[in-house]
């Protein structure tokens, strides 16, 4: 792909998600863009943030880990967005502000622990396996209610939203059940109890289906494709 590509690409996004808000009558300054940039080399992630991009999104941690050196000072922030496990917490949490798929309580045990040595407090979302696929992880939304008060005893975990991967379909709309029920369970725990009035953020849509996302309340978006190409890397998975 040529250079500019990626300026005029990440334009063109933002002007869907203007119109994606526009027809839900929401604030775009509501929705945060989250570029993804697994397999994308520094150089062209470079370029999108001098276009103007404000967050990274980031899945696999050694690949992170490198690109987060090789971009240092850069005014951007990083977002884990890849299968995390308990044994790479550390390694996480050196290369990125946010970690958006805290999925178990081992994994909130060890990432509470690392950030308090590490005299941080990590602002975090809860992985919601929303479609109940074997394949993915993330939370079932019934455990919520519980997992929430167990991460509201982890001093240095900053819960502040939920995430989902609901499963994918060539037609956009026939994902918009999934993000809506991601809503309405969001609106449910927050009149739950004072401890989660703090979740504001809804972390759904790629590529293929943010405008429905933004439809259904999504606030923060994840596109990879759409911004920087087709990936390289053959038979890939996401999430993985
Ligand atoms: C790869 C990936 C995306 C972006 O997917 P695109 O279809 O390229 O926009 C978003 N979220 C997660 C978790 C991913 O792994």
Redesign the pocket.
């Known amino acids: 792909m040529h250079s500019s590509e990626v300026a005029e690409n990440l334009e063109a996004v933002r002007l869907r998600i203007a119109a994606a808000c526009d027809r839900a009558r929401r604030d775009p300054s509501e929705v945060k863009l989250v570029g993804?940039t697994?397999t994308v080399p520094a150089d062209r992630i470079r370029e999108a943030i001098e276009a103007g991009l404000e967050i990274i999104?980031e899945?696999y941690i050694q690949e992170a880990k490198s690109k987060r050196e090789q971009l240092a000072g850069l005014p951007v922030v990083w977002h884990f967005?890849?299968h995390l496990q308990s044994n790479k917490a550390k390694t996480a949490l050196e290369c990125s502000d946010w970690i958006e798929t805290l999925h178990s309580e081992a994994l909130a045990i060890e990432l509470n622990r690392r950030a308090a040595n590490a005299g941080r407090k990590i602002p975090v979302l809860i992985q919601v396996n929303i479609g109940e696929e074997d394949t993915k992880s993330g939370m079932g939304a019934a455990s919520l209610p519980a997992f929430l008060k167990f991460c509201d005893a982890l001093d240095c975990l900053d819960v502040r939203g939920l995430m989902a991967?609901p499963p994918f379909f060539d037609q956009p709309e026939r994902a918009r059940p999934y993000f809506r029920r991601m809503r309405e369970l969001l609106d449910t725990l927050k009149a739950g109890s004072p401890a989660t009035r703090s979740l504001t953020e809804l972390s759904m849509g790629?590529?293929?289906d943010f405008e429905v996302a933004i439809e259904e309340g999504a606030t923060i978006v994840?596109?990879?494709?759409?911004i920087f190409g087709q990936r390289r890397r053959a038979g890939e998975s996401?999430?993985r």
């Open positions: 993804v697994k999104g899945n967005i890849g991967l790629m590529s293929g994840r596109v990879g494709t759409a996401v999430n």
